[in-house]
């Protein structure tokens, strides 16, 4: 009696602990998921960056932020120059590739708390919280310059690029999200007018 007795209560416990080992599993499995779709929700898929959606969260906080503590934020916009001509001599795979370098470039380039995004297509946005006009400056230089000497091995094919970048900086270019944005975003194009390959800090004027 007591042999049976002891077998039928060591057959509950393996089954106890069978079912809390399958239910930590699954638990696991949860978390893992709800953690991919969040990266998903807030992370480019070919960068790994921050993407747009995420951009939109947090900007608006940073330059409430800044406003309270008197501080600044610097945008950037980076583009690269003619990225179609990249897709069409050499094939989107070598864009895509393209892409991913630039964005471990400038993620190299900016400080820790520095937000880089890709904002679409071959477009990325830069905000640098807490900066100075200076350091902006230097931040875009050195992810200028170190691009363009960047040779990016695709099918035994080097290829180069260049990329035009546009600053702006609050509350120096504006006194809103919106009016900072779209001046980050001319001070870019006119860049790319002034011939490309080159980076452009918004004036009064801009």
């Given at each position: 009696?007591?042999i049976n007795?002891?077998?039928l209560?060591?057959g509950?416990?393996?089954?106890?602990?069978?079912?809390?080992?399958?239910g930590y599993?699954?638990?696991k499995?949860?978390?893992v998921?709800?953690?991919?779709?969040?990266?998903?929700?807030t992370?480019d898929p070919?960068?790994?960056?921050?993407n747009?959606?995420?951009?939109?969260?947090?900007?608006?906080?940073?330059?409430?932020?800044?406003m309270?503590?008197?501080s600044?934020v610097?945008i950037?916009?980076v583009?690269v120059?003619?990225f179609k001509?990249?897709?069409d001599?050499?094939g989107?795979?070598?864009?895509d590739?393209?892409?991913?370098?630039l964005?471990?470039?400038?993620?190299?380039c900016?400080?820790?708390?520095?937000?880089v995004?890709r904002?679409g297509?071959?477009?990325f946005?830069?905000?640098m919280p807490?900066?100075?006009?200076k350091t902006?400056?230097?931040?875009?230089?050195?992810?200028?310059?170190?691009?363009?000497?960047?040779?990016?091995?695709?099918?035994?094919?080097?290829?180069?690029a260049?990329?035009?970048?546009?600053?702006a900086?609050?509350?120096?270019?504006?006194?809103s999200v919106?009016?900072?944005?779209?001046?980050?975003?001319?001070?870019?194009?006119?860049?790319?007018?002034k011939?490309?390959n080159?980076?452009m800090?918004?004036s009064t004027?801009?």
């Amino acid at each position: 009696f007591n042999i049976n007795l002891m077998n039928l209560l060591s057959g509950r416990i393996r089954k106890s602990e069978e079912e809390r080992i399958r239910g930590y599993a699954r638990e696991k499995k949860q978390v893992v998921a709800l953690d991919t779709l969040s990266r998903q929700a807030t992370h480019d898929p070919l960068t790994g960056l921050f993407n747009r959606r995420y951009l939109d969260q947090i900007l608006y906080g940073e330059i409430a932020h800044a406003m309270h503590s008197d501080s600044m934020v610097g945008i950037l916009m980076v583009d690269v120059d003619h990225f179609k001509q990249i897709n069409d001599k050499y094939g989107h795979k070598a864009g895509d590739l393209m892409l991913q370098k630039l964005g471990e470039l400038m993620k190299n380039c900016v400080r820790a708390a520095d937000i880089v995004c890709r904002y679409g297509g071959e477009e990325f946005v830069i905000v640098m919280p807490g900066v100075s006009e200076k350091t902006v400056g230097e931040c875009a230089e050195e992810i200028r310059s170190r691009f363009e000497k960047l040779c990016v091995l695709y099918q035994n094919q080097d290829i180069h690029a260049t990329i035009s970048l546009g600053v702006a900086i609050y509350p120096l270019h504006g006194s809103s999200v919106d009016e900072v944005f779209v001046n980050a975003d001319r001070a870019m194009y006119q860049a790319k007018q002034k011939g490309r390959n080159q980076i452009m800090i918004c004036s009064t004027k801009c």
